[in-house]
Structures are given as C-alpha cells and as structure tokens.
C-alpha cells in the first residue's frame, strides 16, 4: 500500500513559480504511471501531467511548456515544476499513481495524495 502526501502549495503573483512534491510513504515502483491532476471548484477533475514508467511525459495543453513532471526514485518522491503561473492555474493539485500504463481518467487512478492549493493571483 502507498500513500501519497502533497506539499509545496502557496499562494503566488501570475508568473511566478512553484515546485510541487508528492512523497510517497512506501515504495513507489517504477512500473507505476505517476500523474499530477487539479480540480477548481465546480469543475471537474483534470489531468495536468502524467509520467509513464517508460519515462514518457503528457501534458495537457493548458500548462504545455510551462509545467515540468519529473521523480527520484531514491528519494520516492514525484514533482512538478511550475512556471509562469496564471490565475486559470489556481486549483487542488493532487497527485496519483496506477500500474503499467497512464490514464487522463481520475476514476481509474489506484492511489491519491490528500493535495495541496495553489492559487495565483493576477
């Protein structure tokens, strides 16, 4: 069993940055597809970055060339590195973790981290 824990939220200026981690209080493995996904409110859960354990990246286009996933396995833990930061990126960001093979779906993710805020002011 892994359980997930979220830190690094804040409240920044747009245009700022962020680095958000997600430490794992047992053994990620590498087989695991790892995602950062959001939810505003009254929205839906999304898919912001997933990390395939091929090492393979997806981003969604809203955060495409600003947003960074990345992990260390010897530390078990998952990033992501913001970068010039909208307000439109305020929201929950969670992370997840599911076997072999990513999925943008929040339904079908095996683990989650309780999330941490960000909120970008304009």
């Known amino acids: 069993q892994v359980q997930l824990v979220e830190s690094g939220g804040d409240s920044v200026q747009a245009g700022g940055s962020l680095r958000l981690s997600c430490a794992a209080s047992?053994?990620?493995?590498?087989?695991?597809?790892m995602a950062w996904f959001r939810q505003a409110p009254g929205k839906d859960r999304e898919e912001v970055a997933t990390?395939?354990?091929?090492?393979?990246?997806s981003y969604a286009d809203s955060v495409k060339g600003r947003f960074t996933i990345s992990r260390d396995n010897a530390k078990n833990t998952l990033y992501l590195q913001m970068n010039t930061l909208k307000p439109e990126d305020t929201a929950m960001y969670y992370c997840?973790?599911?076997?072999?093979?990513?999925?943008?779906?929040?339904?079908?993710?095996?683990?989650w981290g309780q999330g941490t805020q960000v909120t970008v002011s304009s």
């Open positions: 047992g053994y990620i493995y590498s087989w695991y597809c």
């Open positions: 997840a973790a599911r076997p072999n093979y990513c999925s943008g779906d929040y339904r079908t993710q095996k683990y």
């Open positions: 990390l395939a354990n091929d090492g393979v990246t």
